[in-house]
């Protein structure tokens, strides 16, 4: 078995890595016996989906670096890691862009009922009933979390000529300043806002943070975008709210059950809802940044240096009342 071992490479990126490091393992999906294939390696990559467990960290005596190509490291023990002098790297921003324009691909094709213009044109019938859309600009957008991604989608809504609301525990200044966004209580946002787009990790706190509750507090016809994480919202909660009429639109690019997928059947299925498979993140682009930041920290490590991109725990001061559930 090679020392390096690539996991969960898409056939599209196997030769850039194949090039870069011509020893290494490179599988495309995770293999049933991961301890057996990476039992010998000392340098493991691979994205999300994997659960690096101390059991499984502890079956890999060799591992040295661990390099996940996400942003996100809480699928990895980093405590164990530490304890065992395995250096952790990640991706501090592959493209944060690319799913903010994924956030805005989502409300336009919806509101513009651009899929059901292109079946209706396709079927031979070019007439414009039926597809009155709604225009952006003048409507109030809340952005739940200002962290690159937030940022970016501030940004791009006030090209639109959109009113920015925004909750996060920390503000962006620049985005007071240049955007005029203006940071408000959770509660409050969620009462004014006409479009609801969340950018924020899955994490105790925010777990489930719209819930019923929260549904009650918003516009009727409000407009939900979700390209963050699927535990964010209480699935059961968002389908009374489809239902009622409080939400006019959903538009998901995650799920709370992706792993059990029947448990969201439901909710897919629903006239209102709109679903993409996790493809936010999924651009030419950001996939060739997410692969050479990783080549750069093997690179480094393997040259003796302390690679750029090691995971250390944010050291920041927030006097901002939080994000978390009332």
């Known amino acids: 078995m090679s020392d390096i071992v690539f996991l969960q490479v898409d056939v599209e990126d196997s030769a850039s890595v194949a090039a870069r490091?011509?020893?290494?393992?490179?599988?495309?999906?995770?293999?049933?016996?991961?301890?057996?294939?990476c039992i010998d390696a000392t340098i493991v990559s691979s994205f999300i989906g994997l659960d690096w467990n101390k059991e499984l960290l502890s079956s890999l005596p060799k591992l040295?670096?661990?390099?996940?190509?996400?942003?996100?490291?809480?699928?990895?023990?980093?405590?164990?890691?530490?304890?065992?002098?395995?250096?952790?790297?990640?991706?501090?921003?592959?493209?944060?862009?690319v799913i903010a324009e994924h956030v805005f691909a989502l409300l336009l094709s919806t509101l513009r009922h651009i899929p059901e213009a292109d079946r209706k044109v396709e079927n031979g019938e070019f007439d414009y009933h039926g597809l009155r859309g709604v225009s952006l600009r003048g409507k109030t957008i809340g952005i739940v979390g200002t962290g690159k991604i937030g940022r970016k989608t501030?940004?791009?809504?006030?090209?639109?000529?959109?009113n920015i609301v925004a909750v996060d525990k920390c503000r962006t200044i620049e985005l007071e300043d240049l955007l005029h966004v203006r940071y408000m209580e959770l509660d409050q946002l969620l009462a004014e806002s006409d479009i609801i787009t969340l950018h924020l990790p899955a994490i105790k706190e925010t777990h489930h943070m719209i819930d019923a509750h929260a549904f009650s507090l918003m516009k009727d016809g409000v407009v939900l975008v979700n390209t963050a994480r699927g535990e964010l919202i209480d699935s059961a909660a968002l389908l009374d709210a489809l239902n009622s009429g409080k939400v006019r639109y959903a538009l998901l690019d995650v799920l709370e059950h992706e792993h059990n997928f029947e448990e969201n059947k439901e909710l897919i299925a629903h006239k209102s809802v709109v679903s993409t498979p996790h493809i936010a993140f999924y651009a030419e682009e950001s996939m060739r940044n997410m692969y050479e930041d990783c080549f750069d920290s093997i690179?480094?490590?393997?040259?003796?240096?302390?690679?750029?991109?090691?995971?250390?725990?944010?050291?920041?001061?927030?006097d901002l009342q939080g994000v978390e559930k009332g």
């Open 154 to 162: 501030a940004q791009i809504a006030a090209g639109f000529g959109m």
């Open 21 to 37: 490091f011509p020893g290494a393992t490179i599988l495309p999906d995770l293999p049933e016996d991961i301890a057996g294939v």
């Open 64 to 97: 040295k670096l661990l390099c996940t190509r996400s942003v996100g490291s809480n699928h990895i023990d980093l405590g164990y890691c530490h304890s065992k002098g395995i250096v952790v790297c990640h991706v501090p921003d592959y493209g944060s862009h």
């Open 299 to 318: 690179d480094e490590y393997q040259s003796g240096k302390d690679p750029t991109h090691i995971v250390h725990p944010p050291t920041v001061v927030c």
